[in-house]
């Protein structure tokens, strides 16, 4: 094993640890109430398509959307009969921020951020960026999955996905993550 090698992998590993372990979608976000606050509004009832101009803000629960248009597509599965909705936001940048279950925040910042909830899936394009507990990645195109806790990034032509890592942050919430949870079972023997 090259010293590269073992490199690439601490660093693919504490990727994997500093943005994905602790990322677990706040579930209890996804039954909140969803309030849309633009300048503009308009909706094509017969293609299932609202669209919201100017200065756009979207919160559900503890996720927040922020962008300079975004546009609901809503769609129903003709199998199952189940209502699906897509967000695709745009800005300069459009930023997604969802506070997870354990208490730290995640931020997906680019040009064009789609969002699925009901399929677990967040896509950011174009100067896309993830941030959470310090840490940071950017690309051309990055891919995250609530669910699965699958973050996949890529970029264009010659160019590299950068990852930038703050271990002793990473430490730092992995540390408070195991108190919370020693107190949380702790508490329920009582």
Same mark, same amino acid.
């Given at each position: 094993?090259?010293? /590269?090698?073992?490199?690439?992998?601490?660093?693919?590993?504490?990727?994997?640890?500093?943005?994905?372990?602790?990322?677990?979608?706040?579930?209890?976000?996804?039954?909140? =109430?969803?309030?849309?606050?633009?300048?503009?509004?308009?909706?094509?009832?017969?293609?299932?398509?609202?669209? #919201?101009?100017?200065? !756009?803000? %979207?919160?559900?629960?503890?996720?927040? %959307?922020?962008?300079?248009? +975004? @546009? +609901? #597509?809503?769609?129903?599965?003709?199998?199952?009969? !189940?209502?699906?909705?897509? #967000?695709?936001?745009?800005?300069?940048?459009?930023?997604?921020?969802? @506070?997870?279950?354990?208490?730290?925040?995640?931020?997906?910042?680019?040009? =064009?951020?789609? #969002?699925?909830?009901?399929?677990?899936?967040?896509? +950011?394009?174009?100067?896309? @960026? +993830?941030?959470?507990?310090?840490?940071?990645?950017?690309?051309?195109?990055?891919?995250?999955?609530?669910?699965?806790?699958?973050? =996949?990034?890529?970029?264009?032509?010659?160019?590299? !996905?950068?990852?930038?890592?703050?271990? !002793?942050?990473?430490?730092?919430? @992995?540390?408070?993550?195991?108190?919370? /949870?020693?107190?949380?079972?702790?508490?329920?023997?009582?």
């Amino acid at each position: 094993m090259t010293i /590269k090698t073992f490199i690439t992998g601490i660093l693919l590993t504490s990727l994997i640890f500093g943005l994905a372990a602790p990322a677990h979608a706040a579930k209890k976000d996804l039954n909140q =109430e969803i309030t849309i606050k633009s300048k503009r509004q308009s909706a094509d009832l017969k293609n299932k398509i609202a669209s #919201y101009l100017d200065d !756009v803000s %979207i919160t559900q629960g503890s996720i927040s %959307i922020i962008a300079d248009i +975004v @546009q +609901v #597509y809503s769609t129903i599965d003709k199998k199952t009969g !189940v209502k699906s909705n897509t #967000y695709l936001a745009k800005g300069k940048p459009a930023i997604f921020k969802q @506070q997870l279950e354990d208490g730290s925040l995640i931020s997906l910042q680019a040009n =064009e951020i789609k #969002y699925q909830p009901d399929q677990h899936s967040i896509t +950011v394009s174009g100067n896309a @960026q +993830v941030k959470q507990a310090g840490s940071k990645m950017s690309g051309d195109i990055i891919t995250y999955n609530t669910l699965s806790e699958k973050l =996949e990034g890529q970029s264009n032509n010659d160019e590299h !996905v950068t990852t930038i890592l703050q271990p !002793v942050q990473i430490k730092a919430q @992995q540390d408070r993550s195991e108190l919370k /949870k020693k107190k949380a079972n702790d508490s329920d023997n009582k």
